[in-house]
């Protein structure tokens, strides 16, 4: 989200891969436009990344304007894009 709990986390795994050379990470952010500031949040997450050099991924999902619940849909949105790029194995 770029919020600070995911800021602290993505903190603590960038701390994590200092002490373990071999671990790769990468971020996602996934752009629900259900906010006002949701394009401030995206050039958060990518200064934080860049800051922290960790390669970021940003989907941008569409939420249906009828069906389940906004935060049912908004959900559904995030696991999908998780799932879409998450590394092999």
């Known amino acids: 989200s770029g919020g600070l709990d995911s800021t602290v986390l993505l903190h603590q795994l960038v701390q994590w891969r200092t002490e373990n050379p071999g671990v790769t990470l990468r971020a996602i952010h996934v752009?629900?436009?259900?906010?006002?500031?949701?394009?401030?949040?995206?050039?958060?997450?990518?200064?934080?990344?860049?800051?922290w050099q960790v390669p970021l991924v940003v989907e941008r999902v569409q939420l249906a304007q009828e069906g389940l619940g906004?935060?049912?849909?908004?959900?559904?949105?995030?696991?999908q894009a998780f799932a879409r790029t998450l590394l092999p194995g």
Do not use: P
């Open 31 to 51: 752009h629900h436009g259900l906010s006002a500031n949701a394009d401030a949040w995206v050039t958060h997450c990518e200064n934080v990344c860049q800051q």
């Open 70 to 79: 906004i935060e049912a849909q908004a959900r559904q949105a995030r696991y």
